[in-house]
């Protein structure tokens, strides 16, 4: 087998490549700016800069129905979010900003969260730990996880797909039962896919005496530079933003 065969995988990737100690960097700067900082000064414009990285690199990977879904719900609670704070008063304007600064402060989080799992194989994340020093018993559990959740979610998608076959479903002969057969096989499901992905981790020699070698290839490439100078750029932003005259 030659190396472009080792590689396929790699190269076929939509989107733009990152390595993954950067995107565990973008990840780390879009959650802790995104909670930890208010609306005010020079942070007004660098949150919503913040929240736009997700979109651009969900629509990069060409997955435009998901890259929409989010923009148009993070510009809908952005924009009641100014409204409750300018316009609205009194026990609506508590209601209105609650809900939305929830979903301003989460949604980009979560939505880094999901790209870092789907654009990652479990082989580059361990690579990537094992270059930083981490320990196993942090990278064995964090393996799995990586794994645990889109199987989960194909999971779950074969699920849907079977009951809808049967009618049961929203709006179907028997909406009632879906909680019960759609939620029951997925717990299910869970407890099994859990001790399925530890064993395989074992089975794939995590955890052994011997040092592991991988076939992926990770480093730090000119993208990877400007992504982490502009998270430092957020920070060093975040931390004199008094000084800063806006």
Not at 186 to 206: C, F, N, P, Q, W
Not at 215 to 234: E, P, T, Y
């Amino acid at each position: 087998m030659n190396e472009e065969s080792f590689f396929a995988t790699t190269k076929k990737r939509k989107g733009i490549l990152f390595d993954p100690r950067t995107k565990l960097v973008l990840l780390l700067t879009i959650t802790t700016l995104m909670f930890s900082t208010s609306n005010t000064g020079i942070m007004n414009i660098v949150k919503p800069c913040l929240s736009l990285i997700p979109f651009v690199l969900i629509l990069s990977e060409r997955r435009f129905k998901t890259a929409g879904k989010y923009l148009l719900l993070y510009a809908v609670c952005f924009v009641l979010e100014r409204i409750a704070l300018t316009v609205l008063s009194g026990l609506l304007s508590f209601i209105v900003l609650a809900i939305t600064s929830i979903m301003t402060r989460f949604a980009p989080g979560i939505m880094t969260g999901a790209w870092l799992i789907s654009s990652t194989s479990v082989s580059e994340f361990i690579a990537a730990m094992e270059r930083m020093h981490i320990t196993e018993k942090i990278v064995i559990p964090m393996s799995v996880i990586f794994r645990f959740f889109p199987t989960i979610s194909e999971e779950y998608q074969a699920i849907r797909d079977a009951m809808k076959m049967r009618g049961i479903r929203f709006g179907g002969k028997n909406p009632f039962l879906m909680v019960e057969y759609r939620l029951v096989p997925l717990m299910v499901s869970v407890v099994k896919i859990g001790d399925e992905l530890s064993a395989a981790a074992l089975t794939r020699g995590l955890g052994a005496p011997v040092k592991r070698t991988n076939v992926c290839q990770i480093g730090f490439h000119f993208q990877d530079v400007i992504a982490i100078m502009l998270c430092i750029l957020c920070f060093i932003l975040f931390l004199f933003q008094r000084q800063i005259v806006f």
